[in-house]
């Protein structure tokens, strides 16, 4: 591809990545934050939204977040590569502290899962190696798998056996507070916070070390375009060949675990642990399959132009579910299925408004742009 003009692909690739990040956060919503991820409603709600959440375990849930953070690392590398590096560099630092703002402000007044916050922290620590010679960056990549292994193992092991011994969840006990049920605005900024700051340091301690690999994976991908270009196709289809089939079953048990403990709160915990550890396998299998038959594909101008505006529609999304569905907005209830078809339903509007804008940028965007070049 000519120098200058954006390759489709990694936009397009966004875009379906915050589609489910839209669909979980809605279906989580009502029992946030202290709920189920996946939601409350469904395990009452009959055996068809038991199957809706099980399916979105298996498709989405755990997968978005790690084709998001690996396309913010190709960021990364591609604004570095586009410009001379000292200035290059300025405009980035410049970037994460604008993200580490508005992260702040989304997770504490808005959305309390917000992950900005981690991305502006992670990225800025990555940004030392983006610029790497390739020997390098290689072997701080090989480092940081190893390290995200044993972080992985340990964590998981640690909470398995915390789950284990804690004592059961009393059926008769009031319960959890949730958005759904929240009175005033002071009430939902205190419960907000206090589930955003929690966030914060679980993924500090558990997810801090994937994330880094996963970022530091999108600036090695960016630099050897090893999504786009031609001569990884025999690599990519080998990558598929190893790891499609493991990757597939072992989603599919954890969307199983959804449907058979989806009213057992304790045994979802352990259901969860299991998603943490096999989702980010299923999101590198979708990422290179996709990869591998993008070239032509016509999907790719259709949903690029969303995939620029991303920042907008994920804070303006949960702006939009805390004027529905929270107790100090409107107070709606809809049960799983209604959730799903909210988040799809946006995603398209948006999807049909990112094409009508031609060039210009949303609000965020545009505020991102006048923050790296102050």
Same mark, same amino acid.
């Given at each position: ?12 690739? *966004? /875009? ?33 939204? *038991? ?13 978005? &977040?790690?084709?998001?953070? $690996?396309?913010?690392? %190709? ?16 405009? /980035? ?17 808005? &959305? ?23 020997? *390098?960056?290689?072997?701080? +990549? ?13 964590? =998981? ?22 958005? =759904? ?6 009430? $939902? ?43 990884? =196709? ?32 304790? =045994? ?5 642990? @299991?998603? $943490? ?8 299998? %979708? ?12 999907? @790719?101008?259709?949903? /690029? ?8 529609? &994920? ?14 907005? @409107? ?14 339903? +946006?995603? %398209? ?26």
């Amino acid at each position: 591809m000519a120098a200058g003009v954006r390759e489709p692909f990694p936009d397009a690739l *966004r /875009a379906l990545a915050l589609l489910g990040v839209l669909v979980v956060n809605a279906a989580g919503y009502l029992s946030s934050p202290w709920g189920a991820v996946l939601g409350d409603e469904a395990a009452q709600a009959g055996a068809a939204s *038991r199957l809706l959440q099980g399916l979105s375990a298996f498709l989405v849930q755990g997968k978005a &977040y790690p084709i998001l953070a $690996f396309l913010f690392g %190709m960021s990364l590398a591609l604004a570095l590569a586009a410009r001379p590096r000292a200035p290059a560099l300025e405009r /980035a630092r410049a970037r994460q502290r604008g993200l580490l703002l508005l992260g702040v402000l989304h997770g504490v007044f808005i &959305y309390f899962g917000d992950i900005l916050t981690m991305y502006a922290l992670i990225g800025w620590l990555v940004l030392r190696h983006a610029t790497a010679p390739w020997g *390098r960056l290689r072997s701080v +990549l090989r480092r940081a798998l190893i390290w995200a292994i044993v972080v992985g193992a340990v964590s =998981a092991v640690v909470v398995v056996a915390g789950l284990a011994s804690a004592p059961a969840t009393d059926p008769g006990a009031d319960p959890e507070p949730s958005f =759904a049920a929240v009175a005033s605005w002071p009430e $939902f900024w205190r419960l907000n916070a206090e589930g955003y700051l929690f966030i914060q340091i679980g993924t500090l301690v558990i997810g801090f070390a994937l994330l880094r690999l996963l970022m530091l994976a999108g600036v090695a991908a960016a630099r050897l375009r090893w999504l786009t270009h031609p001569r990884w =196709a025999g690599q990519r289809r080998r990558l598929l060949q190893r790891w499609a089939w493991p990757a597939i079953v072992l989603n599919a048990v954890y969307g199983l675990g959804y449907i058979v403990f989806g009213g057992d709160r304790d =045994a979802l915990g352990m259901v969860e642990v @299991l998603g $943490f550890s096999v989702g980010p396998l299923l999101s590198m299998v %979708m990422v290179t399959a996709l990869a591998q038959h993008a070239r032509h594909a016509r999907w @790719l101008p259709a949903l /690029a132009p969303l995939g620029q505006r991303t920042l907008t529609l &994920y804070v303006g999304h949960g702006f939009v579910c805390l004027l529905l569905f929270s107790g100090v907005g @409107l107070g709606l209830q809809p049960g799983p299925f209604g959730l799903l078809l909210f988040a799809v339903l +946006l995603w %398209m509007a948006a999807g049909l408004a990112a094409r009508a804008s031609g060039p210009r940028r949303w609000p965020l965007e545009a505020w991102m742009a006048w923050v790296t070049r102050r």
